[in-house]
Structures are given as structure tokens and as C-alpha cells.
């Protein structure tokens, strides 16, 4: 198939690659000229993993290309994916002028009929919206659908191949039969299609991310119980997890979701409900769990070494919103460093992938460490944000020698609260017990 892709974000660059790998001819748009340069070059602009041999074989193989030529990547194709970026407008909607800025574009680009598809996550009602900006410019006839994605930023690649299910909101029969084509092959072990009006396929985007921000706001508030209450959140996260009813995703407590879509989409979607008159209580009550959680390492870190941290050294790891990203949109990161900062604290920041991008969010106001035993030089406290891999198993000793004092605040619960005792540090972590190495008991 001729397929186009508008907007080669995360979302729009893995599209783009995955359906070139089954053998569609691929033509990625961007009016960025800059990136588009770098994907030509083959640079992948974005960290996700598996990404760029993908582009790269692609692209050699003629199937995949990229262009700052929108109108002739649609007139080229004869499916079109819309996956431009939906950020959140002042009032919390989801800002839809990108999205339709291509619905225009593609509407004075036809040159045949034509399936259409938002790919990029919109409030239920934008395929109408969509349709009409397009119909306004050509006579030529167009099926305009809704294909939320449900990758996941660090898995996006396996996501798209294997995903547990498509969701196609469809207008007519020919654009179901063209979409359970494009998709058969990432569906061939079992996963299904599911075929639906488009209103319920723009519905559903948004309720699956605001389910899964629920659970962890859920989990979040658990975190503050047990704290309170002398128990331990991780025994609790598996009694719960284990109920087959319920089952052990997303029970993970932390410091609050992050990145570019579960803070926006909820948002957005608390906005479409009071628009249409619906009670959003619950979802507002997540948003408000959720900003609470943001501050809690900052909270508890400015009790235990006062407000003013002025000549102290805080070591920072991880910047990203989660592994295996180098997103730091809505990092939760974000809001404990800017609070270090006004407070005078001397920042050095550790993280595998995510300093290029963090730097546009901080700039020079905090130091990025090489390796993340640099970040410990002096620093009063070790403040972990994201649970990458290589700090998992870290050296203790190394730990302590380094440090000015043996103090960690663990927003991911990476140890064992006994054994980072043992090892002589006084331990905070989310949802447990706080352990001082002098008693290893609960303080
Ligand atoms: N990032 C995710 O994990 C994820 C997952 C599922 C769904 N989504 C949704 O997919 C959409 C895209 O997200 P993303 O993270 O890939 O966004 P992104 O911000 O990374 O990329 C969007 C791209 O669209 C381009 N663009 C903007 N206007 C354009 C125009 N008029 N013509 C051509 N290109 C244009 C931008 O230059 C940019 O490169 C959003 O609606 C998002 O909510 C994102």
C-alpha cells in the first residue's frame, strides 16, 4: 500500500517504520526541516529502542522516506495517517490546531479517494472535525477514521508489532477492509482488531491511558496509607496485583506518572466530560493525587535537611519520565529539581539517554554527571527519579565513600530497605518504612 505518515514524532516515526518493515511504500512528513534532514541522513532524532536499524534498513531498502513536502507525501498516497502532536491548550483541552492544519493540508492535496486516519490522540468528536476541513477543500471522496496508538515510549517498536489489540473506528466497509489489511501482520499470533464507530475509538484512547493513570494514583494514595499506618506497600502491591480480577499492572507506586500523554490526556479528557455535562469527579481526584506525588521526595527531603539547602550538593539519577526514554515531558524529575534549585541546592544530575533533551528543560542551572557515580561527589543526598537498569545493583561502598552523607531518597523503590541499611545509609522510599543504618528499623 502507498501510505503517508504526517508528524514523525514517537508516534509517527515507529508507524512509519513498522509499516514500511511489512512491506508498505512509506512516506514519513514533517514540516521540521531540520529533523527531516537528520532522518534522511538516518539519525534518529528520538531514543527508543530497536528504532533506528528499522529506519535504517528501510530506508535502504526504497520503502521508507522522508519529506518536508506534506502536500505530495498525500498526493503519493493513498492512505493517510495523521500523527502530529495534540498538546494541551490552556483550559486543558486537547489543542487541536496542528491536526487540523493537515486535515486542510490533505483537503487541497487530493487527488483520489482516499482513507484517512488520526493516529494522534483526539477528543471524540475530531474525526467530524477533520472531515469537515478536508471536505471543505475537495470533491473528491474521503473515509475519515480513528486509530489511537497504544505504544508505550521505550517499547514502542514491540508495541507496534505486537500489539494486544487494534482499535479501528471506521465510517465505511472499504476503510475497514483497507485497515484489516494494513494491520494483518502485526496481528497474526492472536491479538485482535477491534472494529467499531469512530466516536467509541476516540473514547477509548483516552479512557485505557486514564484507567491506567487511575491505577497508579490509586496505588499512590495506598503508598501514603501504608506510610502512615506502619505497612508496607510492596506486600500490599502484590495482594492486590495477585487477584486475577485485578492483576499486577500498573500497581507500581512512585512519584507520580509523567511524560507526553497520561498528564495531557486525562486533562483533556476531563475537559470533554464537563463539556458534555458528566460528572469527571473521579478523574479530577487522580489529577490531584497525581500533583501531590510529584513534590513528595522534595517534601520529604526539605524535612529531614530543612528548607534552606544552600551549599549542599543533592546528586540527581534519573531525568527521564521512565526507562528506556529520553522523554522529559511532565517529567516528575522536573518539579523535585526546579524545587532543589529555589532552594538553593547545588544539583548534579545522572542519566543514561535523557541529558540532551533534559538540557532543554534546565539548561546549565544543573550539572550533568558522566556516570552516575560522578553525580555522588559530596552530595548530602542521592534523589533517584527513574528506575534504568544499571542503577538497580549499585556499589554501596562505592556509594558511601563518595557521598558527604549516607542519605537516599528512592522514588521508585529500587532496594531492599534492610539491605541499604545494612550498607550504612539512612533510606526513604515511597509507600515503606524509612530505615537508618544505626537501628535498620522504621523511624
Ligand atoms: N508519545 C507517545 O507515547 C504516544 C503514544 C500514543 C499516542 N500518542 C499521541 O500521538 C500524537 C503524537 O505524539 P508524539 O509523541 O509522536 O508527538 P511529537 O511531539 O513527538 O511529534 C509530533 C510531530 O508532528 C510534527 N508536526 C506538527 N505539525 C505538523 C504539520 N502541520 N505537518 C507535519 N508535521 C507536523 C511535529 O513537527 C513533530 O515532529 C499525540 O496526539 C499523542 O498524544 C503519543
Known amino acids: 500500500m502507498k501510505i503517508a505518515v504526517i508528524g514523525t514524532g514517537y508516534v509517527g516515526l515507529v508507524a512509519g517504520a513498522c509499516l514500511a518493515e511489512t512491506g508498505n511504500d512509506v512516506v514519513c512528513a514533517d514540516i521540521l526541516e531540520e529533523k527531516i534532514a537528520r532522518l534522511n541522513r538516518g539519525e534518529v532524532p528520538i531514543y527508543e529502542p530497536g528504532l533506528e536499524p528499522l529506519i535504517e534498513s528501510n530506508l535502504a531498502a ?100 505486537k500489539p494486544d489489540r487494534v482499535v479501528l473506528g471506521v465510517d465505511s466497509e472499504h476503510a475497514a477492509g483497507v485497515l484489516r489489511d494494513l494491520y494483518a501482520p502485526f496481528v497474526r499470533t492472536g491479538a485482535s482488531i477491534l472494529i467499531m464507530d469512530v466516536p467509541s475509538a476516540e473514547i477509548t484512547k483516552y479512557a485505557a491511558n486514564s484507567m491506567l493513570a487511575t491505577r497508579i494514583s490509586f496505588m499512590n494514595a495506598m503508598a501514603r496509607l501504608c506510610e502512615a499506618a506502619g505497612a508496607d506497600v510492596d506486600a500490599v502491591r502484590r495482594g492486590v496485583g495477585s487477584d486475577g480480577r485485578i492483576g499486577p499492572s500498573f500497581l507500581f507506586p512512585g512519584i507520580g506518572y509523567g511524560g507526553s500523554c497520561f498528564p495531557k490526556d486525562v486533562k483533556a479528557l476531563v475537559k470533554t466530560m464537563r463539556d458534555l455535562g458528566v460528572d469527571a469527579s473521579i478523574l479530577q481526584a487522580v489529577e490531584a493525587v497525581n500533583d501531590r506525588q510529584k513534590q513528595t521526595l522534595l517534601d520529604r527531603l526539605t524535612r529531614r535537611l530543612g528548607d534552606d539547602l544552600s551549599g549542599k550538593v543533592i546528586a540527581v539519577w534519573g531525568l527521564a519520565f521512565k526507562p528506556n526514554t529520553d522523554d522529559m515531558r511532565e517529567a516528575p524529575s522536573l518539579v523535585s529539581i526546579e524545587g532543589l534549585l529555589r532552594r538553593g541546592a547545588e544539583v548534579v544530575a545522572h542519566d543514561p539517554v535523557a541529558v540532551e533533551e533534559a538540557r532543554h ?83
Request: net charge negative; aromatic share 8%; with cysteine.
Open 62 to 161: 526504497g520503502r521508507l522516506t522522508f519529506t518536508t513536502d506534506v502536500p505530495a507525501s498525500v498526493r503519493a498516497a493513498d492512505v493517510i495517517f495523521i500523527a502530529v502532536g495534540t498538546p494541551p491548550g490552556e483550559d486543558g483541552s486537547a489543542d487541536l490546531k496542528h491536526v487540523l492544519d493537515v486535515a486542510r493540508t490533505i483537503g487541497e492535496s487530493m487527488n483520489g479517494e482516499k482513507v484517512v486516519i488520526t493516529k494522534s490522540t483526539v477528543p471524540v468528536g475530531t474525526a467530524r472535525l477533520v472531515r469537515e476541513a478536508i471536505e471543505s477543500k475537495t470533491k473528491h471522496r474521503v473515509h475519515v477514521c480513528s486509530n489511537p496508538e497504544f505504544l508505550k515510549e521505550g517499547a514502542a517498536v514491540e508495541d507496534f508489532m
Open 361 to 443: 528543560h534546565l539548561g546549565d542551572r544543573i550539572t550533568y554527571a558522566a556516570t552516575n557515580y560522578d553525580a555522588l561527589d559530596g552530595a548530602s543526598a542521592l534523589v533517584i527519579h527513574t528506575e534504568w537498569l544499571p542503577y538497580r545493583n549499585p556499589d554501596f561502598k562505592r556509594m558511601e565513600a563518595a557521598m558527604a552523607e549516607p542519605l537516599i531518597f528512592d522514588g521508585r523503590n529500587l532496594y531492599d530497605p534492610a539491605d541499604v541499611a545494612a550498607a550504612g545509609f539512612e533510606y526513604h522510599s515511597i509507600g515503606r518504612q524509612t530505615v537508618t543504618p544505626k537501628t535498620s528499623k522504621s523511624v
